[in-house]
């Protein structure tokens, strides 16, 4: 008898994007057992690849419509580019993946600086949505650059940050320790903000955006502090100008900061984006009528606890009494939590001594190979 294999699986950062990771998933589960039927669903926590998600559930006809809009704007240093965002038909409002226009897979690893990169960019798409007639904006945070607490979105809206003398602050983290006051753009109020978010980092602390995952985007320890010092001080900056007190919101250290920001700044909602995704592509029934469930990313360790798609997943899978398997680049203990969440187990893609660059060159093949190996052993047991 035939099994029904749901794939939903997130990208292999700087390796594979999620419907490559899909498809070698497939690849090797159709490999070991050709009467295996296979359902992909590249996924998204909402950051990276949530665009791709939408338009596949408008072909699945889970989505009544919505198409791609591609305009000008700049990468996090500044750098003109071309990016997409995505309308929708059924209302006016548009869903923008913060990494299209300020993502760490735009900058060169030897280039990447959180002190003096910017969400300018992102900034940039925002306002051609809303120019073009959005009046609500769903954003997408993963995969960010910066550590700037959303600041050059407000810059590009046309709000100001200025510094004691009345200049305008330079881009970046670094400079928010000079703030003095901010200028709110103007029609801000007239648009419902939400921010699809699935971490639960607060702004400041030790879990906080700059020592978490300040490192990952070429921060140096002293960088660290600095860049610490200048969001504490932009948060009590936020809180003299709103009221809103953002420094240990759940979720507010989210893209360097820019879910704490805009939370602070524009009344913008923290949402799941996994869970809104999740409604809009029908995940969980198909869930409920399959009979495994495979689900992927680059790493699999203690940040994937905080809502990342596996997790995400797995809980979903625990829910409805359905095996989950995990498939990742690298795998941390404790495995045992990991089965707690619903992951019935995890498997790395390494099968042998290899370089980073190695695993991220051969990644497909990898977990084909390892999809080939997991599928052979489950059809074993089963006979």
């Not at 399959?290 to 940040?303: L, M, P, W």
Request: glycine share 12%; hydrophobic share 40%.
């Amino acid at each position: 008898m035939s099994k029904r294999v749901l794939i939903v699986c997130d990208s292999f950062k700087e390796s594979l994007n999620a419907a490559g990771v899909a498809q070698a998933i497939a690849r090797g589960i159709g490999a070991a057992d050709a009467m295996a039927r296979c359902t992909l669903m590249p996924f998204s926590d909402g950051g990276e690849g949530a665009i791709g998600v939408l338009e596949q559930a408008i072909a699945a006809g889970t989505l009544s419509g919505g198409h791609r809009v591609t305009c000008p704007t700049k990468d996090a240093l500044g750098r003109p580019i071309t990016a997409s965002y995505f309308r929708f038909t059924d209302r006016p409002a548009a869903w923008i993946e913060l990494s299209a226009a300020s993502g760490i897979h735009l900058i060169e690893p030897q280039a990447r600086n959180p002190k003096i990169t910017s969400t300018y960019g992102t900034g940039l798409l925002i306002r051609h949505a809303i120019e073009h007639g959005a009046q609500e904006i769903i954003l997408g945070i993963g995969g960010s650059a910066t550590n700037d607490a959303g600041a050059g979105i407000i810059q590009a809206m046309g709000g100001q940050l200025l510094d004691k003398h009345g200049h305008e602050l330079p881009h970046g983290g670094l400079a928010l320790s000079e703030l003095d006051k901010i200028k709110l753009p103007e029609g801000v109020q007239k648009i419902n903000w939400r921010i699809a978010c699935d971490v639960n980092n607060p702004l400041l602390g030790p879990n906080g955006a700059s020592f978490i995952y300040g490192p990952q985007k070429g921060a140096h320890t002293q960088d660290i502090d600095q860049l610490e010092r200048a969001l504490t001080h932009f948060a009590q900056k936020v809180e003299d100008t709103t009221g809103v007190h953002i420094e240990s919101i759940p979720g507010g250290g989210a893209a360097g900061g820019t879910a704490a920001g805009l939370h602070g700044l524009l009344k913008a909602e923290l949402i799941s984006g996994f869970e809104l995704l999740g409604t809009m592509t029908n995940l969980e029934e198909k869930i409920k009528t399959c009979d495994y469930v495979f689900t992927a990313e680059g790493r699999i360790d203690h940040q994937s606890l905080q809502g990342k798609v596996p997790i995400s997943v797995a809980k979903l899978g625990k829910k409805h009494h359905k095996p989950v398997i995990g498939i990742a680049g690298s795998i941390q203990p404790p495995y045992n939590t990991y089965k707690e969440f619903g992951l019935t187990s995890v498997f790395s893609v390494q099968n042998g001594p290899m370089t980073l660059e190695d695993s991220k060159v051969n990644a497909a093949r990898l977990i084909e190979e390892t999809a080939y190996r997991v599928w052979s052993l489950i059809k074993t047991t089963e006979r």
